[in-house]
């Protein structure tokens, strides 16, 4: 039988005999992976802690524990480490690395050792993101907490300004944006030049579609957001005026800047979201996923359009009423795509053999949460309702709605897909499923008053409220309460499942793609044994049971 990659690998440097060296040396995109989400759920943990300490300081009107300069400093926290250290690389570091290039019968990604460098890139990112969180005192000898106070936006002047470890924290940020950057570059040329023999663009699985759109957004939009990141470093140390009205800049530029990129970001975290989503209901459905070119493209579309939407976040900021009404319909008109997925998924399950397995309910779960987060984001399209709702509680719930409701989700998904490709073990499908539902009911009360709270005109970002809020936040407090249980329930069964699970079969769920037609689960080192020819579109069942099938040495039975 073949070794897996838990028994050996490439490493970028000589043969170290560690096991430790080995992990950290290799250049086996598995491996890379396997890293990447391990880092990556840590912060997602501290992240999380960030927002349960905001949840029990807003249980009541009032100071409770923590003082107003600290709340702001566990916002900044929790978005600066959710959004540009899990949600927007998460995906595509993870499963980009551990699947794309078995679903496209590849060995590795184009460039194995750029893949190695960029991991730690993105480790050197974490690193200075970290270092802001404190201030060391040389005068005294002393360690604060000193982390930025200004939001995940960083907006200017305020961030020029303020006394707090800022520059850190920006500094992170462009260091994540290049490793981004070059993720993405390494992402397309492997799409590019190392698919099968016969793979063409339009036999090419779904989830291969997402990460490929995701790339150019990653190559194209990300270097805006660092040349905003500089000019902002150049204002704050060299006097520049660009930002500051003191001294002649414009706030506003800084916001067009940041979300050029922050927008498509929003479709650079969902897309390969929806590539997991497009994985699974076929899985499940046992049947050829409805409009399979249609989802491609309208991949493409979201990724296209995605980019010409930023200016919905300026409504309030001053813009021309000709320009509000453009960005209004643009933003309209990207929902078109996001429709035609929903409409192609529902309609793969339509008179299929659906089966509830843990991976079906998160993605049918993220069916409900996302259509939430969809539509509440239609109303804030409408330029009316946007100057009502803007800053409210009402966007933040909208925001989790689709980020946390929608890639979170689906990450999960994909974690409990993939677990028996990548483990070669199975976890508790009862336990799972109790951690499924613990999360959504959780979920859904955490989130939902949110907008009912920001209808009525809670202000979003606030240390302090109004008491006829109250109820609105002591609901929200009990559902994340009931959501971190089921978070820590859930990776408890999932750790079990990696320590005492069944061993499992090389495809237990009966799929068509090519990743689960590996000769061993976990995969060999070099994935395939040798190199299929694909003359089969991607997802093909007879009677509920895959057409394609190959033997050990990937030829293929029919």
């Known amino acids: 039988m073949s070794k897996s990659y838990f028994d050996e690998t490439h490493c970028a440097f000589g043969h170290p005999k560690s096991t430790f060296m080995q992990w950290m040396l290799t250049i086996d995109h598995k491996r890379i992976g396997i890293m990447y989400a391990v880092v990556m759920f840590t912060f997602f943990f501290v992240a999380v802690a960030a927002a349960l300490t905001m949840r029990f300081e807003l249980f009541a009107p009032g100071q409770q524990f923590i003082e107003a300069h600290t709340f702001n400093q566990a916002f900044t926290l929790h978005g600066v480490v959710m959004v540009f250290l899990f949600i927007i690389p998460g995906i595509p570091a993870v499963f980009g690395n551990i699947v794309m290039p078995l679903m496209i019968g590849a060995k590795d990604?184009?460039?194995?050792?750029?893949?190695?460098?960029t991991f730690w890139l993105y480790i050197v990112g974490c690193i200075v993101a970290l270092s802001s969180l404190f201030n060391f005192s040389i005068a005294d000898g002393s360690l604060t907490f000193n982390f930025a106070d200004t939001g995940w936006t960083f907006y200017a002047p305020y961030s020029l300004n303020t006394d707090t470890n800022v520059v850190s924290t920006l500094v992170a940020a462009f260091i994540l944006g290049m490793a981004s950057i070059l993720t993405g570059l390494n992402f397309l040329?492997?799409?590019?030049?190392?698919?099968?023999?016969?793979?063409?663009?339009?036999?090419?699985?779904l989830f291969v579609w997402g990460i490929y759109a995701t790339a150019w957004i990653q190559l194209l939009a990300t270097p805006v957001v660092g040349i905003t990141l500089v000019l902002a470093l150049l204002e704050k140390y060299f006097g520049i005026g660009i930002f500051d009205p003191a001294k002649g800049g414009d706030p506003v530029l800084f916001q067009h800047l940041f979300w050029i990129y922050s927008h498509p970001a929003v479709y650079?975290?969902?897309?390969?979201?929806?590539?997991?989503?497009?994985?699974?209901?076929?899985?499940?459905?046992?049947?050829?996923?409805f409009g399979y070119r249609t989802i491609a493209l309208s991949s493409a579309a979201i990724a296209g359009v995605g980019y010409l939407v930023w200016g919905h976040h300026l409504f309030t900021s001053g813009m021309s009423d000709l320009a509000k009404i453009i960005f209004s319909f643009l933003t309209f008109f990207v929902a078109i795509p996001t429709g035609i997925k929903f409409y192609d998924w529902i309609a793969t399950m339509y008179k299929g053999k659906i089966v509830l397995d843990t991976p079906m309910l998160w993605a049918l779960g993220t069916i409900i949460t996302f259509a939430i987060g969809g539509l509440s984001g239609v109303t804030i399209a409408m330029i009316g309702a946007d100057i009502h709702l803007q800053d409210t509680y009402y966007t933040i719930a909208h925001f989790h709605y689709a980020m946390l409701g929608g890639v979170v989700f689906l990450f999960f998904a994909g974690i409990h897909y993939w677990f028996p490709l990548v483990f070669g073990k199975m976890y508790s499908e009862a336990k799972a499923k109790f951690a499924f539902y613990t999360l959504f009911i959780g979920f859904n009360l955490l989130w939902f008053p949110m907008f009912i709270a920001g209808y009525y005109g809670m202000p979003r970002r606030y240390f302090d409220y109004l008491p006829e809020f109250q109820i609105y936040h002591q609901i929200s407090f009990w559902g994340a309460i009931i959501f971190v249980s089921g978070l820590i329930y859930m990776f408890y069964v999932l750790i079990q499942g990696i320590r005492n699970g069944k061993p499992t079969t090389p495809n237990p769920w009966n799929a068509t793609t090519l990743e689960w037609h590996l000769p061993s689960s976990p995969p060999?080192?070099?994935n395939h044994t040798k190199v299929p020819y694909v003359d089969f579109r991607p997802y093909e069942y007879h009677h509920g049971q895959p057409v394609v099938k190959f033997d050990e040495n990937m030829k293929r039975i029919d």
Not at 109 to 117: A, E, G
Request: glycine residues 4%.
């Open 109 to 117: 990604v184009s460039f194995p050792r750029l893949n190695w460098f």
């Open 268 to 289: 650079l975290m969902i897309l390969p979201a929806f590539g997991i989503m497009s994985e699974i209901i076929p899985a499940f459905s046992r049947r050829e996923i």
């Open 189 to 205: 040329v492997t799409i590019h030049r190392l698919r099968a023999p016969g793979m063409d663009f339009f036999k090419m699985p």
């Open 524 to 526: 060999p080192l070099e």
